[in-house]
């Protein structure tokens, strides 16, 4: 984790700086999406301790993204919350860790009305742990994302996408965090 910590900084920094040098003076775009899914949360803190750390809930994202002219590059500002999934059981006590953050993300991505995308990016977290409802753990701090995905265009206004996006994050006392969202989402163009 630590070593793409130290990579992933200066990579998405450099691919930023590159993508705008290369696009300036086309024609560019924004949209908006929602995206509603499922988010498995795994939770190597309660795994370690004997339960399963392992859980899912409804999670969602909201984005806004810029498109770079006709490139095959763009970039997204989302907020994303992944529920608040059970993550240990025991004696009718319940366990959850609540992730939620904002993130920023480039993309690559293919060309036309259909396109399929890959996403790389950071991820603010916060983080909250409870048992049975009291709160007993917060942290927060940076992970990362890494996605992939298709959307389709269907009017100049309208389109929907599929995506898999997988979360990488570390808390103070390195116990990690992995979360897979695989959600379905409304684009709209302006």
Same mark, same amino acid.
């Given at each position: ?26 024609? /560019? /775009? ?19 301790? *004997?339960?399963?750390?392992? *859980? ?12 770079? !002219? ?5 970039? &997204? ?13 025991? *004696? ?5 860790? &609540?992730?939620? !953050? ?44 890494? *996605? ?10 309208? !389109?929907?996408? %599929?995506?898999?996006?997988?979360? %990488? ?22």
């Amino acid at each position: 984790m630590k070593i793409l910590k130290y990579f992933a900084i200066p990579a998405l920094l450099t691919l930023s700086f590159y993508t705008q040098a290369e696009i300036i003076g086309n024609e /560019s /775009s924004m949209y908006v999406s929602i995206d509603v899914g499922t988010a498995e949360t795994k939770d190597s803190f309660w795994k370690d301790n *004997g339960f399963s750390g392992k *859980g899912d809930d409804t999670g969602y994202k909201a984005a806004f993204g810029y498109v770079f !002219g006709d490139s095959t590059f763009a970039m &997204e500002g989302y907020y994303a919350n992944f529920g608040e999934p059970v993550v240990a059981e025991s *004696g009718g006590s319940t366990a959850t860790t &609540e992730i939620s !953050g904002f993130g920023f993300d480039l993309i690559a991505r293919s060309q036309g009305d259909f396109q399929i995308f890959g996403s790389l990016g950071l991820f603010l977290f916060d983080l909250d742990q409870k048992a049975d409802g009291i709160s007993f753990y917060d942290d927060n701090g940076l992970g990362y994302k890494l *996605g992939i995905g298709a959307s389709y265009r269907f009017t100049e206004l309208f !389109g929907m996408r %599929a995506s898999y996006d997988y979360y %990488a994050i570390e808390d103070e006392f390195d116990d990690s965090y992995d979360v897979g969202m695989l959600s379905l989402g409304a684009m709209f163009h302006f």
